[in-house]
């Protein structure tokens, strides 16, 4: 590699660096920050993602390969970023108060994140299997970690525990397919990969094996069935905060490296597609049926993003330019809607109160209009009702099946999200309808306003004036 | 037109609950409410005022890009079928702002809220040229409407809701994958009016005409698909009652109008019979099942269904005067049941009874609302001088022609409709004065009367002189059944 060639990928990878550099100057300077002055290392975090942000900005609009091959800024990876970014700020701004009241308030809470940031990214720049694999190693640790962090409490060490056992075992097996590739192609970059294929037409059985083992991989990572039984146990152990950033960062990652993958022709080509079909139909079936029966809300948040995840992999089947932008702009939405559910739930957890009950909600909109009404906002865009984002991210990724002609695909996907409707608006029965049992006390600082008002007005926006979003996204999938 | 008319009378409601956001007297929120609905209905007699009646061409329309990578645009307009329903939501509007006036007491600025966002989103469905966009507005409805009955409804109400969610969902994401297949295959446009000229494959044709119906026939409601009207009625606050009866329920049988009938004529045709006998059994089994009721209001519901079933009846003769006179019915059966809802709220508001067999002598008790009772049962019967009369009259005048048995049990059901509505009328109204002593009553105040009073004036106005609503609804009726029948030799037409 000459020196021009490595400095053009030192600046290609600038994002990156600055995050990883800001996370391990964090780590020392956390050691010095007093006690009770946590919210410094919050706004520095933010104030580090947002300087990787200006980075990301200031390099798009131009393709970039990187470390030869391995590596690459495009506006598919960019878009990502954004959205990691902002998944990322959102997490910080609704972090602090919970933190106090959960008494975790330790610099490494916020290094963890940063660095589950920077893995993120190193998956969507990734270009080929063992850079997407270093992304999604140095991702999953960190949240393994993160998952953890109450310490007293046994639900999040048993989370933790299986998070790190079923997180390894799937990342063995994604490796064991990366090995396979590269023992049949004699190459781990996916360009390379998809050159060697194409040159001799049949898809060789060895490597299809191969192509399952990734994909199995990777669905584990987006909790699709039949790999999502860590899902629910996961979501409910975590601290709510890290539950609400691994129901949009590292999925959202997830769903990058899958289309990155599949954005190859070759497995265009194939018939995977068919399992990714029957995968994302069985999910969504799955999540959307068993969240009817939930009582808390954070196993019930769980399931639905099973559900969401299922839904958002349609997108995947149907392909092409639509098919991915679709399943890229849906992603987006759901880090509005999704972390801004997630906010009211962080928010209800107060000294003796965890608000994680269904039933704590009772008369909630009785003493909290604005917040509830927010809520209810939330709720009927999960749902997919318009005038809200979340009805037209579902609105796109069917346009783009039945552009492929996948109509029945179509009819159960939305039959499926008339069935996970139910469960919402349970929700928003339980706190317009009923009496509320006692006062509530919601832990409403202003980070937390801050970070309420950005997902409401996404999650409203998105939905009035989608058309911004909608070429973004279009143009994203061109790699420009 | 440079004033964006429609624009102005779909989002004014809208505006006006933001305003109402701000206030904290529950005063001033009702009369901001019944302000801006009342100023909207005088907006909409301007556009009746200024309506063309001599072309089917969509008036008043604006077009603004909204979506343009997906061919959505936000386009409004009106025809002469249209107009005449915009005018009756805005109508009816004011009315349920009145009606709430008192019958509300509490979380009063939320659920005028609701009332007006309702009422912003309803004429938004009636004015939109672009399928998105009404698609946008006919979903976002589930959301108030899901609230008002929720909230402010009777004990029942939380189950009654989520019927009423579930059922109206279930069917409208199947008319959103026909929207999306008509999108494809209409050449990548969601304009309404591009969607209409084109010539689909029949199996296509027949494929979105079911999932039209579906969709179509939760709202309006048909048999079998009508289970969860009754639960929602009963529960639903008065003005919940007056808006689903009145606007709702209206909105099924226009998109048969807009949608099914000009999009997919060979499909409508083929499957008109299919239709006529769901109307006739809505209207025998409507009738029968009102037959028996002992609620008023639920009297009322099902008379809904079985006078709606003469809706449909009127619109799949696909010959004109079935099809004006299922129109003009439209338009009644929001007036005449908006009202009947009205007065049954009403009376609840004084006793607190719904049961039919606790009243009794209310003529003696209540003379002038017993007045009004008389005049909007007879006008539900179709008494010859009221608005129905008229209505079912150009039905029937065709449903023989198109189906003999189906318009014999359209006969059925008009007696059907005699009996239970006058039962009902003897058993309340009439006998010795004994609901006076049993409960507190008190004739018509001047708010009711004010709420009242404009919908007595249509009964008439309609019943004796229909020329100028016929008018409005005429040229378009034409072309809509040209474009059925005769949509092969389109092209030759200027």
């Known amino acids: 590699m000459t020196p021009a060639a490595l400095l053009q990928s030192v600046l290609a990878s600038l994002p990156e660096i600055v995050v990883i550099t800001g996370a391990c100057v964090l780590l020392i300077v956390g050691l010095f920050v007093p006690k009770g002055r946590s919210h410094v290392l919050v706004w520095a975090s933010i104030a580090i993602v947002a300087a990787a942000a200006a980075a990301t900005l200031a390099l798009a609009g131009v393709v970039r390969p990187a470390y030869s091959g391995m590596f690459v800024v495009d506006g598919f990876a960019s878009f990502?970023?954004?959205?990691?970014?902002?998944?990322?700020?959102?997490?910080?701004?609704?972090?602090?108060?919970?933190?106090?009241?959960?008494?975790?308030?330790?610099?490494?809470?916020?290094?963890?994140?940063?660095?589950?940031?920077?893995?993120?990214?190193?998956?969507?720049?990734?270009?080929?299997?063992?850079?997407?694999?270093?992304?999604?190693?140095?991702?999953?640790?960190?949240?393994?970690?993160?998952?953890?962090?109450?310490?007293?409490?046994?639900?999040?060490?048993?989370?933790?525990?299986?998070?790190?056992?079923?997180?390894?075992?799937?990342?063995?097996?994604?490796?064991?397919?990366?090995?396979?590739?590269?023992?049949?192609?004699?190459?781990?970059?996916?360009?390379?990969?998809?050159?060697?294929?194409?040159?001799?037409?049949?898809?060789?059985?060895?490597?299809?094996?191969?192509?399952?083992?990734?994909?199995?991989?990777?669905?584990?990572?987006?909790?699709?069935?039949?790999?999502?039984?860590?899902?629910?146990?996961?979501?409910?152990?975590?601290?709510?905060?890290?539950?609400?950033?691994?129901?949009?960062?590292?999925?959202?990652?997830?769903?990058?490296?899958?289309?990155?993958?599949?954005?190859?022709?070759?497995?265009?080509?194939?018939?995977?597609?068919?399992?990714?079909?029957?995968?994302?139909?069985?999910?969504?079936?799955?999540?959307?049926?068993?969240?009817?029966?939930?009582?808390?809300?954070?196993?019930?948040?769980?399931?639905?993003?099973?559900?969401?995840?299922?839904?958002?992999?349609?997108?995947?089947?149907?392909?092409?330019v639509n098919g991915v932008a679709s399943v890229m702009l849906y992603l987006l939405i759901y880090v509005f809607m999704n972390l801004g559910i997630f906010g009211i739930v962080i928010m209800m957890r107060n000294s003796d109160f965890s608000g994680e009950a269904i039933e704590d909600y009772a008369g909630f909109a009785k003493s909290h209009r604005v917040l509830a009404l927010l809520m209810l906002l939330f709720l009927f865009s999960l749902a997919g009702i318009p005038p809200t984002a979340g009805f037209f991210a579902k609105f796109y990724v069917l346009v783009a099946l039945i552009e492929q002609g996948f109509i029945a695909l179509a009819v159960i996907a939305v039959l499926l999200s008339a069935v996970a409707a139910y469960f919402y608006i349970r929700i928003v029965m339980v706190m317009y309808m009923r009496e509320p049992a006692g006062a509530f006390n919601p832990a409403l600082t202003l980070p937390v306003r801050i970070a309420l008002a950005i997902t409401a007005a996404g999650t409203i926006g998105i939905g009035l004036f989608p058309a911004w979003f909608l070429s973004l996204a279009q143009q994203s999938v061109f790699g420009s | 037109m440079d004033f964006p008319l429609l624009s102005v009378i779909v989002f004014l409601p809208a505006a006006g609950a933001l305003v109402i956001l701000f206030l904290r007297d529950d005063n001033a929120v009702r009369w901001t409410a019944l302000t801006v609905t009342v100023v909207d209905f005088v907006l909409c007699i301007g556009l009746l005022l200024g309506f063309d009646t001599t072309t089917y061409e969509m008036q008043f329309t604006e077009t603004r890009e909204w979506i343009p990578a997906l061919g959505v645009s936000f386009a409004l307009g009106v025809d002469g079928i249209s107009a005449l329903f915009v005018f009756l939501t805005a109508l009816l509007g004011g009315v349920s702002v009145l009606a709430s006036w008192v019958a509300i007491d509490h979380k009063v600025k939320e659920f005028m809220i609701s009332l007006l966002a309702m009422q912003s989103l309803m004429l938004g469905v009636f004015c939109a040229l672009d399928l998105f966009l009404f698609y946008v507005f006919w979903e976002a409805m589930l959301i108030p409407m899901y609230m008002i009955i929720g909230v402010w409804g009777g004990d029942g109400r939380v189950y009654a809701a989520f019927k009423f969610f579930l059922f109206t969902l279930a069917g409208s994401v199947l008319f959103l994958i026909g929207v999306i297949v008509l999108y494809f295959q209409g050449g990548e446009t969601f304009d309404i009016l591009s969607l209409m000229g084109q010539d689909y494959p029949f199996a296509v044709q027949s494929w979105l005409f079911f999932a039209f119906l579906i969709?179509?026939?939760?709202?309006?409601?048909?048999?079998?698909?009508?289970?969860?009207?009754?639960?929602?009625?009963?529960?639903?606050?008065?003005?919940?009652?007056?808006?689903?009866?009145?606007?709702?329920?209206?909105?099924?049988?226009?998109?048969?109008?807009?949608?099914?009938?000009?999009?997919?004529?060979?499909?409508?045709?083929?499957?008109?019979?299919?239709?006529?006998?769901?109307?006739?059994?809505?209207?025998?089994?409507?009738?029968?099942?009102?037959?028996?009721?002992?609620?008023?209001?639920?009297?009322?519901?099902?008379?809904?269904?079985?006078?709606?079933?003469?809706?449909?009846?009127?619109?799949?003769?696909?010959?004109?005067?079935?099809?004006?006179?299922?129109?003009?019915?439209?338009?009644?059966?929001?007036?005449?049941?908006?009202?009947?809802?009205l007065l049954v709220g009403l009376i609840y508001e004084r006793t607190h009874t719904r049961s039919i067999s606790d009243y009794g002598g209310l003529m003696k008790a209540a003379p002038v609302y017993t007045v009004f009772l008389a005049i909007f049962i007879l006008s539900s019967m179709a008494l010859p001088g009221t608005n129905s009369f008229v209505g079912e009259l150009l039905i029937l005048a065709d449903a023989f022609g198109a189906n003999l048995a189906v318009g014999a049990a359209a006969i059925v059901g008009a007696l059907l409709a005699a009996a239970y509505l006058l039962g009902m009328f003897r058993r309340v109204a009439l006998g010795p004065a004994s609901v006076g002593q049993r409960y507190e009553i008190w004739d018509i105040n001047r708010r009711e009367l004010a709420a009242i009073l404009p919908l007595a004036v249509f009964v008439f106005w309609v019943g004796l002189y229909p020329k100028p609503f016929l008018n409005i609804i005429h040229v378009s009726a034409e072309h809509l059944l040209q474009q059925v029948h005769g949509h092969h030799s389109r092209a030759e037409r200027p």
């Open chain 1, 80 to 320: 990502f970023k954004v959205l990691f970014y902002l998944a990322t700020a959102l997490t910080l701004l609704l972090s602090p108060k919970y933190a106090e009241i959960e008494k975790i308030e330790r610099s490494e809470y916020y290094v963890l994140l940063l660095f589950a940031l920077s893995g993120m990214m190193i998956m969507a720049s990734g270009t080929d299997l063992l850079s997407i694999y270093v992304g999604l190693e140095l991702m999953a640790l960190s949240t393994y970690v993160l998952t953890g962090f109450l310490r007293d409490d046994r639900r999040s060490n048993e989370a933790a525990l299986k998070y790190v056992i079923l997180g390894a075992v799937s990342s063995g097996i994604f490796l064991y397919g990366v090995s396979l590739v590269y023992g049949l192609t004699g190459t781990t970059q996916l360009d390379a990969i998809a050159a060697t294929l194409t040159a001799d037409a049949p898809l060789d059985p060895g490597l299809l094996l191969a192509i399952v083992f990734i994909v199995t991989g990777l669905v584990f990572k987006v909790g699709a069935v039949p790999f999502h039984m860590w899902v629910p146990d996961i979501y409910e152990g975590a601290p709510t905060t890290i539950t609400a950033f691994l129901s949009v960062g590292p999925k959202a990652a997830g769903f990058a490296v899958i289309l990155r993958v599949f954005l190859n022709p070759l497995f265009a080509a194939s018939d995977v597609w068919i399992v990714v079909a029957v995968i994302a139909v069985v999910t969504m079936a799955l999540g959307s049926f068993v969240a009817l029966v939930q009582d808390n809300i954070k196993r019930l948040l769980a399931y639905s993003s099973i559900a969401h995840a299922g839904f958002a992999l349609l997108g995947v089947v149907a392909g092409g």
């Open chain 2, 215 to 341: 969709a179509f026939a939760v709202k309006v409601p048909m048999v079998p698909m009508h289970t969860w009207l009754p639960d929602a009625h009963v529960q639903a606050p008065t003005a919940g009652s007056i808006i689903l009866a009145g606007v709702l329920l209206k909105m099924g049988a226009y998109g048969f109008l807009r949608f099914s009938l000009p999009m997919l004529p060979d499909a409508s045709q083929y499957y008109s019979t299919l239709v006529l006998v769901l109307s006739a059994i809505a209207i025998v089994y409507g009738g029968l099942l009102a037959l028996a009721q002992d609620d008023l209001k639920k009297l009322v519901a099902y008379s809904s269904i079985s006078h709606m079933g003469f809706v449909t009846l009127g619109i799949f003769t696909l010959s004109i005067r079935g099809m004006e006179g299922g129109i003009l019915q439209m338009f009644n059966h929001g007036i005449t049941t908006g009202a009947l809802f």
